[in-house]
C-alpha cells in the first residue's frame, strides 16, 4: 500500500515569509509525528499528533512554529516569519496505535528539504 | 530523559567484512530501542526494534542487534557486508508503550570500500 507522502519535497523560501508543509500518512494510522533533520542537530522531535489532537508539542523550536491535523489524516506544519536557522529536513512519521500494543513502530516519509535563503 | 550515544559518526569497512555499529542509550524505564536506515534523499526505514521480548533481534537485509541491559548497548551488527549496506544508521530510544516520540542518537555513516 501507499506510504507516508510528503509535499512539497523541495521548498525554497526568503527569509521572513511563511511556509506551509505537507504530510499524508499511511491510511489508518491514528497517530503522526514531525520531526527535523540538520547538520547540527541531528534528528530532532518537533511535535505528535493522536487523532487531531496534539499530546506533545515539546519539540516546537519557537511560537513560529505551528501544525495541524483534520480529519484524523493530512497534517500541516506551518513556519511562519522564516529565518534561515529553518533550513533543514522536515521529516513525517505515521503509526498505528494498538491499544496495549508494545511497539511504536513509525514509518517515514521521504521529507521536505526547505532551504532559507 | 532518555537519550541515545551512537559511537562514531563514520564507519568504514571493507566489503564482506563485519560490520558493527555501536549505539548506547539511557533511559530511567526499560526502553523500547530501534534501529533505522537512511539511504541518500530518502526517509528513515525501520531495520529492526527490541521491544523486550528477545534480547537478539533479527532485522531486514541480514543486520541483528542484540539488547544488553548491564553495559546499556543495543549494538547493530552484519557478519558481511554489502556495497548496498552504505547509508546512515540512526538508532533511536523510546520509553513509552504506545505512540510516543523518539529519541535520535547522531547517526553514523557507514562506507562500504570495495
Known amino acids: 500500500g501507499a506510504g507516508v507522502s510528503q509535499s512539497p519535497s523541495n521548498k525554497v523560501t526568503e527569509k521572513g515569509k511563511d511556509v506551509e508543509l505537507r504530510c499524508d500518512p499511511i491510511?489508518?494510522?491514528?497517530?503522526l509525528y514531525w520531526y527535523r533533520q540538520s547538520l547540527g542537530q541531528g534528528l530532532e522531535f518537533l511535535i505528535y499528533?493522536?487523532?487531531?489532537?496534539?499530546?506533545?508539542k515539546s519539540g516546537l523550536p519557537s511560537d513560529r512554529f505551528s501544525a495541524e491535523r483534520t480529519g484524523g489524516s493530512v497534517s500541516t506544519l506551518t513556519i511562519q516569519r522564516t529565518q534561515q536557522e529553518d533550513s533543514a529536513v522536515y521529516l513525517c512519521?505515521?503509526?498505528?496505535?494498538?491499544?496495549?500494543?508494545?511497539?511504536?513502530?513509525?514509518?517515514f516519509g521521504p521529507g521536505t528539504r526547505l532551504t532559507v535563503t | 530523559a532518555q537519550s541515545v550515544t551512537q559511537l562514531g559518526s563514520h564507519v568504514s569497512v571493507s566489503e564482506g567484512a563485519l560490520v558493527l555499529l555501536r549505539c548506547n542509550y539511557s533511559s530511567s524505564v526499560p526502553p523500547y530501542l530501534f534501529w533505522y536506515v537512511q539511504y541518500p534523499n530518502q526517509g528513515l526505514q525501520l531495520l529492526l526494534k527490541y521491544t523486550s521480548a528477545a534480547t537478539l533481534v533479527k532485522g531486514i537485509n541480514g543486520f541483528e542487534a542484540e539488547f544488553k541491559k548491564s553495559e546499556t548497548s543495543f549494538h547493530l551488527t552484519k557478519p558481511s557486508a554489502h556495497r548496498s549496506d552504505a547509508a546512515e544508521y540512526f538508532c533511536a530510544v523510546s520509553d513509552s508503550e504506545g505512540a510516543q516520540k523518539l529519541v535520535f542518537g547522531q547517526g553514523t555513516r557507514l562506507t562500504i570500500n570495495p
Open positions: 499528533f493522536q487523532g487531531n489532537s496534539a499530546p506533545d
Open positions: 491510511s489508518g494510522h491514528t497517530a
Open positions: 512519521a505515521s503509526s498505528l496505535v494498538l491499544l496495549g500494543a508494545p511497539t511504536n513502530e513509525q514509518y
